[in-house]
């Protein structure tokens, strides 16, 4: 089956620093979310992006679907203690309502 | 704002025996999905309705877990009987516009 690559695997930045993480897929996607997980919590939805190239902005954070729709990309810009937790892409690559395909998930830690 | 609830959020029990999960959806949403994380990894789909009907249970182990969406509202995920591996996070979401919406999952450790 479908499979995305996430990294990097886990961080640990200081308060204040940007931080970038990115999805890769081994096949074409329609669709790119960006979910961010509390510990004991569902995923709480962050950005979709629904077009090559497109980049849009929630905030401080920003994601990017990739030109060739087989990558995504993730940035936080100065980080607050608050952005701790577990952030996951999510792809799809049929229309409609066919099942999300997720990363492993990047582990994010931010140091007062 | 309307979430997905989902009940119990936290579970023990004892290997062989029944557990049941409920989730309800956000109003007006057709889809629903229930998924399965193991710590440290991303959720894997179990199984997928459409209203009352099962779209996708390809991943869904039929020998010990069944869902059910009767009148296509609200869901019920059982598993009996439970194993060892079955401990895991157990998070239902809905969908509108092929934006998934997940509740707060069901923590289920099986001993």
């Known amino acids: 089956g479908q499979q995305l690559n996430q990294s990097p695997q886990s961080m640990f930045i200081q308060e204040g620093e940007d931080v970038s993480m990115n999805c890769t897929s081994s096949?074409?996607?329609?669709?790119w979310l960006w979910y961010k997980q509390d510990p004991g919590e569902g995923p709480v939805l962050l950005i979709a992006?629904?077009?090559?190239?497109e980049l849009t902005s929630n905030g401080r954070l920003t994601a990017q679907f990739g030109i060739t729709r087989k990558d995504s990309f993730l940035n936080i810009s100065a980080s607050i203690p608050s952005d701790v937790g577990i952030y996951f892409c999510?792809?799809?690559?049929?229309?409609?309502?066919?099942?999300?395909?997720f990363g492993k998930g990047t582990r994010l830690s931010v140091i007062a | 704002e309307a979430e997905v609830a989902q009940s119990p959020r936290y579970k023990i029990t004892e290997k062989s025996q029944a557990v049941a999960f409920w989730c309800d959806p956000i109003?007006?949403?057709?889809?629903l999905y229930w998924y399965r994380q193991i710590l440290g990894q991303g959720p894997e789909l179990l199984v997928q309705?459409?209203?009352?009907?099962?779209?996708?249970d390809s991943q869904l182990p039929k020998d010990r877990f069944s869902a059910e969406r009767l009148k296509g509202v609200d869901s019920t995920l059982k598993i009996q009987p439970a194993e060892l591996g079955d401990s895991a996070m157990y998070l239902c979401?809905?969908?509108?516009?092929?934006?998934?919406?997940f509740g707060p999952g069901t923590r289920l450790t099986v001993t």
């Open positions: 309705f459409q209203d009352e009907s099962v779209v996708d």
């Open positions: 096949s074409i996607f329609n669709t």
């Open positions: 979401a809905s969908s509108l516009g092929g934006i998934e919406y």
């Open positions: 109003s007006g949403h057709a889809t």
């Open positions: 992006l629904y077009k090559a190239g």
């Open positions: 999510a792809g799809r690559s049929n229309s409609g309502n066919t099942p999300l395909v």
